[in-house]
């Protein structure tokens, strides 16, 4: 067998192990936030067709807002400037958030790193938008009984049906809470980069893109070195993604941390990406799915109480 069938047996094997567990995330993901029916726009043939550089510009905005709020909070105790939350559509609050008392320097300076990158990505998107730019939705943030990230957590096993969650009561927590958005947003800017028309929109995009490629490298890097210790952190991290990946249909677009044996060499996933080392892509409505925390069409649930606001608004029925 050579080493290129040997790549392919190992990563076929780790399909195969996830698998199985998608029946149970798809029950319990079901009801864990509600929404009401709605129509998904990449459902309908030729749909995109209709959709404009400004609406994906907005869509991605309505994502800036919410990892922009989420480490403005966990790194600083503050969310974005007034001036930054503007815009057309229903302009809502955040639910939520305070900062995180980091116990590892490491992990405090990636948070800072990271909310400053963030809500540098709102500033520009706002400036490239300009009066087309959406206000920001309401966002629940909360590590409450009632907030999103527990919801997120008890559909995916992480937490008992009870249980809460808190993204900033811990470095290891916040590092769970920054893992649920950060493969999202690499996958969500992919999936929309062949929609853009402008080229200098998809520049940015592409750029933005990266810098989230970057991120989502931190926290799963910091995680796996963590879970060295605490093998509870990479179990945990895996059921994110298999919850996760239950959320956005059939297609297996997610994969954890835990180690793999590849040619018989223990190696790390840092990187989650295809059998041609290529990153995954989400269209805007599996992204809903799973920021809604519903596998249904809605337009509404989990982080986005109200919805976003733009004209991609519709997670996908799968």
Request: proline share 3%; hydrophobic share 45%; net charge negative.
């Amino acid at each position: 067998m050579t080493e290129s069938e040997q790549l392919l047996d190992a990563l076929d094997a780790r399909v195969e192990r996830r698998n199985h567990r998608r029946d149970f995330f798809k029950t319990a993901i079901g009801a864990a936030a509600a929404g009401v029916t709605a129509f998904s726009l990449t459902s309908k043939a030729g749909a995109q067709s209709t959709i404009t550089d400004a609406d994906i510009l907005n869509f991605a905005l309505n994502l800036e807002y919410l990892e922009a709020q989420f480490y403005a909070f966990a790194a600083n105790g503050t969310g974005l400037a007034s001036s930054q939350l503007t815009g057309t559509g229903t302009q809502g609050a955040v639910t939520g958030g305070k900062q995180v008392t980091f116990t590892d320097p490491v992990v405090a300076s990636y948070a800072r790193e990271i909310a400053a990158d963030e809500a540098a990505h709102v500033a520009f998107l706002r400036t490239a938008l300009g009066s087309s730019a959406v206000a920001q939705p309401a966002i629940n943030i909360s590590g409450d009984a009632n907030g999103a990230f527990t919801a997120a957590a008890r559909a995916a096993g992480v937490v008992g049906a009870n249980g809460t969650f808190d993204p900033y009561a811990s470095d290891e927590n916040f590092l769970l809470g920054a893992y649920i958005f950060e493969d999202v947003g690499v996958t969500a800017y992919k999936g929309a980069s062949p929609l853009v028309s402008n080229k200098t929109f998809l520049q940015a995009a592409a750029g933005i893109l990266a810098v989230e490629a970057y991120h989502a490298a931190i926290v799963r890097g910091t995680l796996y070195a963590k879970g060295i210790q605490t093998p509870a952190l990479i179990t945990a991290a895996g059921q994110i993604s298999d919850a996760r990946d239950s959320l956005d249909g059939s297609s297996d677009l997610d994969q954890g941390i835990a180690a793999q044996t590849i040619n018989g060499q223990t190696v790390s996933n840092i990187v989650p990406l295809d059998t041609n080392g290529i990153a995954y892509s989400r269209s805007p409505a599996q992204v809903l799915n799973i920021v809604y925390l519903n596998r249904a069409s809605v337009t509404l649930g989990g982080f986005f109480p109200a919805g976003v606001n733009g004209t991609l608004r519709a997670s996908a029925a799968n």
